[in-house]
C-alpha cells in the first residue's frame, strides 16, 4: 500500500525525518528528496516498488547518512506509513458500510485489510529482531567466513531498527503525519471532483480516496498500476452516483500530477548519478 508520487505531501517527507532526527545527518529537504526519487522510481520505472525503497536509502547514504540508519529510517518509514493507511482504509470502510451497506466491496476489503493488519504486525516483529536474525543465519550458512561482512553490517542494521523502535513517541508522530497526509489525499480528490462539477461530500471523497488505494494495493506487482486506478475510480464512482466519464476524468488528472512531478524528478536523480559515476571514475 502506498501513495504515488504525489499522493503524499511534503508532510509525509517530515514524518521521515522525524524518525532520523536524532541523528546529526538527514535533514528535511534530504528526506523530500529520498522520498521523490523513491516514490517516482517505485511507480515509473519497471522494477517495483522495492527498487524505490532501495534508491531512495540510497539517496539518504549519498547525503551523509550511515547506511545502516539509512536503511532502518527507510523500513521505519514505509511502515508507519503502512499502519497509517490501514487505519485510512477503516475509516473508509466504516464510510461505506453506512453510505452503501450493500456494497460488494465491503466482504473483499475486510478481509484485505484484516491480512493486511497482520502483516504489519509481522513486519514489525521482524524489524525487531527475528527478521535480521534470520539473514546473519544464512548469510554465514551460504557464504562461510566471506558471509561474516554481511552479518557485521546486519548487526549494525539490527542496532539502529532498536534504537529507532525504543522511540515510541517518535514512531507515533510519524504515523499520525502519515494518516494527516491520506486524509489530504481524500481532500485533494474533493477539491479535484469539485473543480469537474461534481457535488460530491468531504467525506465521500475520503471513502473513495481509501477504497481506491485498498483496490490498488492489490495490484501492487502492476508497474504504475496501469489501468487498475481508472477502473477503480469508476467503479467508486458509480456507488456515489458519479458519471464514469468524470471518474475518468480525475483519474487522468492524477497520473498527469504524478507524471508531471515524477518524471523531472528521475531526470534530474539521472543526471546526479552519473555525475557520481564520472567522478568515481576519474578519481580512479
Request: glycine share 12%; hydrophobic share 50%; charged share 15%.
Amino acid at each position: 500500500m502506498r501513495a504515488g508520487p504525489a499522493g503524499h505531501s511534503a508532510r509525509a517527507r517530515g514524518s521521515w525525518r522525524i524518525l532520523l532526527r536524532s541523528r546529526q545527518k538527514g535533514s528535511y529537504w534530504l528526506c523530500v528528496w529520498g522520498r521523490a526519487v523513491r516514490d517516482a522510481t517505485g511507480e515509473f520505472l519497471p522494477f517495483s516498488q522495492v527498487g524505490g525503497y532501495v534508491l531512495g536509502a540510497r539517496v539518504m547514504t549519498l547525503g551523509g547518512v550511515a547506511t545502516a540508519d539509512a536503511v532502518a529510517s527507510t523500513l521505519g518509514d514505509i511502515t508507519t506509513e503502512f499502519l497509517a493507511q490501514l487505519v485510512f482504509v477503516g475509516v473508509g470502510l466504516v464510510i461505506l458500510s453506512n453510505k452503501v451497506p450493500g456494497s460488494e466491496l465491503l466482504m473483499p476489503v475486510s478481509i484485505g485489510l484484516a491480512v493486511a493488519m497482520f502483516l504489519g504486525v509481522g513486519l514489525i516483529v521482524a524489524q525487531r529482531g527475528s527478521g535480521t536474525k534470520l539473514f546473519k543465519a544464512l548469510a554465514t550458512r551460504i557464504a562461510g567466513t566471506t558471509g561474516q561482512s554481511a552479518a557485521d553490517h546486519a548487526e549494525k542494521l539490527q542496532s539502529s531498527l532498536n534504537g529507532m523502535y525504543t522511540q515510541h513517541h517518535r514512531l507515533a508522530w510519524a504515523a499520525f503525519v502519515h494518516f494527516l497526509c491520506w486524509i489530504g489525499t481524500g481532500t485533494a480528490s474533493y477539491i479535484g471532483f469539485h473543480a469537474l462539477g461534481v457535488d460530491l461530500s468531504w467525506i465521500d471523497a475520503v471513502c473513495i480516496e481509501a477504497m481506491l488505494h485498498a483496490i490498488m494495493a492489490l495490484a501492487f506487482f502492476i508497474p504504475g498500476r496501469v489501468g487498475i486506478q481508472e477502473v477503480a475510480y469508476t467503479l467508486l464512482g458509480g456507488l456515489f452516483g458519479i458519471p464514469p466519464d468524470i471518474a475518468l476524468s480525475l483519474s487522468l488528472l492524477r497520473r498527469a500530477r504524478d507524471f508531471v512531478i515524477a518524471v523531472p524528478v528521475l531526470i534530474v536523480w539521472q543526471g546526479l548519478e552519473a555525475r557520481k559515476l564520472k567522478l568515481n571514475m576519474n578519481a580512479g
